[in-house]
């Protein structure tokens, strides 16, 4: 369970390919404090961590994983968002995240502002009912609030703290990001299709 609230970059520094599995070595300035079977959210995407050495730490990601999200799309090089799981004594300054990636979503514009920078994504109209105006979204592990919602698009402004220390400073019209909806939203869908 995660809050949506990044602690730092990771940049991935190998990947290797085992059937229909990737795994990826991530270098970051918490992989020293990890420990082996913690879970982690890398993009928004609940992982595994399988191994540590030095500041590094490596992860699997399998099928489903890679159809659902845009790792598959990662390369050495990239940066990716982290966030440890949520301490059940602390405050949650995001949203209740679960790290379970619904599917990957598009940039279509990003503008920047004074003081701001917005960035429009679109979604499949299968996904409108997960969410609505002013409601949280989770982008690449990310906790924003969404407005100007329309059936298959909605846009997030993004403060200059979080465009500096998240990877949507590298995010462009055209992108893939990941995002997952707001599990409130989900339970509701799911009893009102249950009780047609």
Not at 38 to 44: F, P
Not at 55 to 82: C, F, M, P, Q, Y
Not at 131 to 154: D, W
Request: aromatic share 8%; with cysteine.
């Amino acid at each position: 369970m995660f809050t949506g609230i990044i602690e730092c970059l990771g940049k991935i520094t190998n990947i290797n390919v085992s059937g229909s599995n990737k795994t990826f070595w991530i270098e970051s300035p918490i992989s020293g404090e990890l420990k082996v079977d913690e879970s982690i959210s890398h993009d928004g995407v609940c992982l595994t961590i399988e191994e540590i050495t030095g500041n590094t730490h490596r992860v699997t990601a399998i099928k489903e994983t890679l159809d659902k999200s845009n790792l598959d799309g990662w390369e050495i090089g990239n940066h990716i968002n982290l966030e440890r799981s949520l301490k059940m004594n602390g405050r949650i300054d995001g949203h209740i995240v679960q790290g379970h990636v619904d599917t990957t979503i598009t940039c279509t514009d990003k503008k920047v502002l004074k003081g701001s920078t917005e960035f429009t994504f679109k979604f499949k109209k299968r996904f409108s009912s997960l969410i609505i105006e002013k409601g949280s979204v989770c982008v690449n592990g990310i906790s924003l609030t969404a407005y100007n919602v329309g059936k298959n698009k909605f846009t997030v402004a993004i403060i200059p703290y979080t465009l500096e220390h998240t990877n949507l400073v590298f995010i462009k019209e055209g992108s893939k990001v990941n995002i997952e909806f707001d599990i409130l939203g989900k339970y509701v869908q799911r009893v009102l299709k249950s009780n047609k």
